[in-house]
């Protein structure tokens, strides 16, 4: 296992490397990986490219804010089945939680 690297440019790797990673990515695939990095299943590299988008797009940390409440909210709602349910929740998103939770 003590094999030693290749000895090749590091520079010429990382270049290889950049050129496949363009750190930007658009509103729409940012939508598409936000459920993965809430679950902490992006690799490595799409996290690097998320967070970066994340820094410089004022719209999509809205976004991630509000989808994060969303998530929190519907686990707390899974999480403890006998919490009451506060009046102002409408029947058909109740019966949707439901129909969820049997699935
Ligand atoms: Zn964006």
Request: proline share 40%; glycine share 0%.
């Given at each position: 296992m003590s094999r030693a690297m290749?000895?090749?440019?590091?520079r010429r790797i990382k270049g290889m490397i950049l050129k496949r990673m363009p750190l930007m990515v658009t509103c729409e695939e940012f939508e598409s990986f936000i459920l993965a990095y809430l679950e902490d299943e992006l690799p490595r590299r799409q996290r690097v490219v998320f967070e970066f988008h994340l820094k410089i797009c004022r719209e999509c940390r809205d976004y991630l804010a509000a989808y994060r409440r969303t998530v929190e909210l519907g686990r707390a709602a899974f999480a403890d089945p006998s919490a009451a349910v506060p009046d102002t929740v409408p029947e058909d998103l109740i019966a949707a939680v439901l129909d969820a939770r049997d699935a």
């Open positions: 290749p000895s090749r440019p590091l």
